[in-house]
């Protein structure tokens, strides 16, 4: 019985991996088919309330310039 519930947890947590990993390239690539105005949205929502206005500027500056260097 023991085997059982280690094989059970193994399973259960290769398959927690694998769902956290496929949400983490999908949100990816709906990030890349944004436009440049959306992307700043979209960092703007996730990231607005943990940093200052002056930051926030500095990091869309920052991840939309590698995002189109990415697309090119």
């Known amino acids: 019985m023991g085997k059982f519930l280690k094989i059970l947890v193994i399973v259960a947590i ?3 991996i694998g769902v956290a990993i496929s949400k983490m390239v999908e949100t990816k690539q709906r990030f890349l088919a944004m ?3 959306e992307q700043r949205a979209f960092l703007a929502d996730k990231l607005g309330d943990k940093v ?3 930051k926030l500027a500095e990091i ?4 939309i310039g590698a995002v189109s ?3 090119a």
């Open 14 to 16: 290769a398959a927690g």
């Open 35 to 37: 436009t440049e105005d």
């Open 52 to 54: 200052p206005e002056e």
């Open 60 to 63: 869309q500056d920052a991840v």
């Open 69 to 71: 260097g990415m697309k």
